[in-house]
C-alpha cells in the first residue's frame, strides 16, 4: 500500500461546552473548555494514520507553541510531518468551537498560517515518493489545492476533495478531482439539490456524479449516499447510536474512507466502513 498526501488546515482548536450557543446578543455561561489538535487537514491525517495508512502532511504553522503542538501530534501519530513549513509572518491557525449539550456544535475558524502554503512546493519529487492519493479540503487557498491536484493528475495519483467548507470551484479544480465528498449543506451549495434525508442525498450524489467521477454525500442522522459516473445512487442508513458529539464526524469518515480505497476496496465497500468509524466515532467522547 502506498501513502496518502494530505494537503490542507492545522488549527489549534478551544472548544466550549455550554448548555446552547449564544443567539446574536446573547450571553452564555459555558460548562467547560479544552484544547485540541485540529484543522480538517490535521483531523483527516491523524484519521487516516490511526485507521492504518501511512500519510505525510504538506502546510504551514508559526514558530509559536501552537504550532509546535500541531506538529507534535502528527507526529506522535506517525505522520510524516517534513512538508509542513515553519514561519513567522503570522500566527499558527486556529478556531473556537461552541458545543452544546445535545452534542451539536459551531465553529469559527481564523486561518493564519494555512494562508501561506507554498503553492509551488508541489511541483518537488521528494513530496510525492510512494503517494498513491492526495486528500484535499476547502479551508486552504484554492491555488494550493489546484496546484497539488494538478501535480497528483501528472504523477497518477488519485485526488480526493472533500468540498468542505463548500466554495465554486474552477474548472481546473473540477477535472483533476477523482472523489468528491460533501455533507448535506456543501451537497446543496453545489448541485442545488436540498438534502435533508437520504433521498435528496441519493438525488444530489447522482446529480453530482455526472460532473465528478465518483462522489459522496454524507447525511448525518440520515445516512450517507454515493455514485460513480453518473450511474444510480446507492445509499446506507446511519449506524443506531447513542450521539455524545459531532465534532470531527467528517474527518474520521474520511480518513477511514481514504485509507480503505488505498487498500484496494470498492468505494461501497470503503463507504461502509467510514459510515461505521463515523457512527463509533460520535458515541464516545473524544
Known amino acids: 500500500m502506498g501513502k496518502i498526501l494530505v494537503t490542507g488546515s492545522l488549527h489549534y482548536d478551544i472548544v466550549i461546552h455550554a448548555h446552547h450557543r449564544p ?3 446573547e450571553t452564555v455561561i459555558g460548562s467547560g473548555c479544552s484544547y485540541k489538535f485540529g484543522g480538517k487537514g490535521g483531523n483527516q491525517a491523524v484519521s487516516a494514520a490511526k485507521a492504518g495508512a501511512q500519510v505525510s502532511f504538506a502546510g504551514a504553522v ?5 504550532g509546535e503542538f500541531l506538529r507534535g501530534v ?3 501519530h506517525g505522520v510524516d510531518t517534513a512538508g509542513i513549513a515553519v514561519t513567522d509572518a503570522v500566527p499558527s491557525g486556529m478556531s473556537v468551537a461552541l458545543m452544546d449539550a445535545e452534542g451539536d456544535y459551531g465553529a469559527v475558524v481564523v486561518s493564519n498560517a ?3 502554503i507554498d503553492p509551488a512546493q508541489f ?5 510525492w515518493q510512494q503517494v498513491d492519493m492526495l486528500l484535499l479540503q476547502n479551508e486552504v487557498p484554492e491555488a494550493v489545492n489546484l496546484n497539488a491536484a494538478r501535480e497528483a493528475k501528472r504523477r497518477g495519483v488519485r485526488v480526493c476533495l472533500n468540498a468542505a467548507p463548500a466554495r465554486e470551484l474552477c474548472a481546473g479544480m473540477r ?3 477523482d472523489l468528491l465528498v460533501v455533507n448535506g449543506v456543501e451537497a446543496r451549495d453545489l448541485s442545488g439539490i436540498v438534502v435533508n434525508d437520504l433521498a435528496g442525498a441519493c438525488e444530489a450524489a447522482q446529480w453530482l456524479s455526472q460532473h465528478y467521477p465518483a462522489v459522496v454525500v454524507t447525511a448525518g442522522e440520515h445516512g450517507v449516499a454515493w455514485s460513480e459516473a453518473g450511474n444510480p445512487s446507492q445509499s446506507l442508513p446511519a449506524e443506531k447510536i447513542t450521539l455524545v ?6 474527518d474520521c469518515f474520511m480518513g477511514m474512507l481514504c485509507t480503505s480505497l488505498l487498500n484496494g476496496d470498492t468505494l461501497a465497500d470503503a463507504v461502509a466502513k467510514a459510515n461505521r468509524a463515523a457512527a463509533e466515532h460520535v458515541s464516545r467522547k473524544a
Not at 511541483?123 to 513530496?127: E, F, I, K, Q, R
Not at 458529539?245 to 467528517?250: L, Q
Open 23 to 25: 443567539e446574536k446578543g
Open 62 to 66: 508559526g514558530t509559536d507553541t501552537q
Open 74 to 76: 502528527l507526529h506522535e
Open 114 to 116: 494555512n494562508n501561506l
Open 123 to 127: 511541483s518537488h519529487d521528494v513530496l
Open 175 to 177: 477535472a483533476a478531482v
Open 245 to 250: 458529539s459531532t465534532h470531527g464526524a467528517g
